[in-house]
Structure formats: structure tokens, C-alpha cells
């Protein structure tokens, strides 16, 4: 079993900042992607940013040049670095882990969501 644990959610005003971080335990085998994904009330969930085992990095057209994804592969840890936050960005942001023996044999995982929430 794998568990994911997010901290780092909380209530900013606008044009601050906030740093997530999420940490896997447990039978991870090898972690391969790790994202970010967020739901705002009513909307879908929707891709933030994901970052490869070997580092490539993809992020959502409104996360660029004001968030930053990154990983520590010695930790099972991703975090999310958010700058410039807007009221838009406020939603429940869950990471998202691709782990398993092989990439054929991996497995996603959700945490729990964490809360984010930017005042105007």
C-alpha cells in the first residue's frame, strides 16, 4: 500500500506565495511521474503541473512562470511552488504519484487534497 501525505495548503492574499509538499510511503517500488492537480468547487480537476523520473517538467497554461514543480527522489517527495497567487488558483489541490515494480505494472495514487485558498 502506498500513502500520500500533503502539507503546505493554506489562505494567502493575492500576489503571495505557498509551497506544497507531498510524501510517499509505504510499497512505492519506483515512482515514476509526480503531479500536481487541483479542483476548484464546481469545476473539474485539472492538471497543474508533473514532473518525470528523469526530470522533465509540464505545467498547465495558467501555472507558467508562476509555479514551480520539483522532486526529491531520496525523499518519495513533490512539492509545488506557487507565486503570484490569484483568487482564480483557489482550489483543493491533491499530488498524484505513478509508482509501481515497472512502468507496464505502476499504479496512480491520490492524496488526500489540500486546501488553498487566495483572497483578493
Known amino acids: 500500500q502506498v500513502h500520500l501525505v500533503e502539507s503546505g495548503g493554506g489562505l494567502v492574499q493575492a500576489g503571495g506565495s505557498l509551497r506544497l509538499s507531498c510524501a510517499a510511503s509505504g510499497r512505492t517500488f519506483n515512482i515514476y511521474s509526480m503531479g500536481w492537480y487541483r479542483q476548484a468547487p464546481g469545476k473539474q480537476r485539472e492538471l497543474v503541473a508533473v514532473i518525470t523520473s528523469g526530470g522533465s517538467t509540464t505545467y498547465a497554461d495558467s501555472a507558467k512562470g508562476r509555479f514551480t514543480i520539483s522532486r526529491d527522489n531520496a525523499k518519495n517527495a513533490v512539492y509545488l511552488q506557487m507565486n503570484n497567487l490569484k483568487p482564480e488558483d483557489t482550489a483543493v489541490y491533491s499530488c498524484?504519484?505513478?509508482?509501481?515494480?515497472?512502468?507496464?505494472?505502476?499504479?496512480?495514487?491520490w492524496g488526500q487534497g489540500t486546501q488553498v485558498t487566495v483572497s483578493s
Open positions: 498524484n504519484i505513478q509508482a509501481g515494480p515497472t512502468r507496464l505494472t505502476a499504479f496512480d495514487y
